[in-house]
């Protein structure tokens, strides 16, 4: 009966002692998520302070105290541009901008400086891929501390090409500029390398330059 006893004791301490390594390890993994929950909120601050660090004199003004209305709007700026990055765009779209209660002046502005902050994120950190849903200026030990909120993670894009590209003209576009620089379409196609036929084809709406004839024409106009 001792015996009896003694195995059974051994098998119930043999299942305790696995069922509280069980939930030792599962604590482990809780605590190493939240862990690397809470490195990634701060890794990504950092990222997003960074980008904005060299327009930041342009929105704060900490004469009288820490200056944490002009750090939310440079920060909410910067997490458009974020945001604008992670998902593979590669500008701020003029919906967006037309919604803010600005003046033209100031949308343009709005404008250079967001999609100036999306180059910036695409240069310098692509593997930072999580959305952030919200920032917040906070005064910490007196100091302005940023503190973000993040959404959902995404897969890695191809960086848009940001090489700006003279667009293409229409047939009426460029018989209009050929006329306005004084050139006859033998002077034209002789500045362009080209031929005359060739010109003829292109105001007639018959054939479209190639890139490289798009640069030249560019330039010429330039």
């Not at 696995?18 to 599962?26: C, M, V, Y």
């Not at 503190?147 to 993670?153: N, Y």
């Not at 890695?156 to 050929?178: G, N």
Request: charged share 30%.
């Amino acid at each position: 009966m001792n015996c009896l006893e003694s195995e059974k004791t051994k098998k119930m301490s043999h299942k305790q002692n696995k069922a509280a390594k069980r939930k030792a390890k599962l604590k482990a993994r809780r605590v190493q998520a939240e862990q690397s929950r809470h490195q990634q909120h701060v890794r990504i601050a950092d990222a997003l302070m960074d980008l904005c660090a060299d327009i930041l004199p342009e929105y704060v003004d900490d004469s009288k105290g820490i200056d944490l209305v002009g750090r939310n709007i440079l920060w909410r700026m910067g997490m458009v541009a974020w945001n604008i990055a992670v998902t593979g765009r590669r500008e701020i779209d003029d919906s967006s901008i037309n919604t803010m209660k600005l003046d033209e002046e100031s949308r343009k502005m709005v404008r250079d400086e967001v999609n100036a902050l999306v180059r910036l994120k695409y240069r310098k950190y692509p593997e930072l891929r999580t959305a952030i849903s919200s920032v917040s200026a906070v005064n910490v030990a007196g100091g302005a501390k940023l503190k973000v909120s993040l959404g959902d993670t995404f897969p890695a894009m191809p960086i848009p090409d940001f090489t700006d590209k003279p667009e293409l003209l229409t047939p009426e576009q460029l018989l209009a500029k050929r006329k306005a620089l004084g050139l006859s379409q033998v002077k034209f196609a002789v500045a362009l390398g080209v031929s005359v036929k060739k010109v003829s084809a292109w105001e007639h709406g018959k054939a479209e330059p190639s890139e490289d004839e798009i640069e030249k024409i560019a330039a010429l106009f330039s």
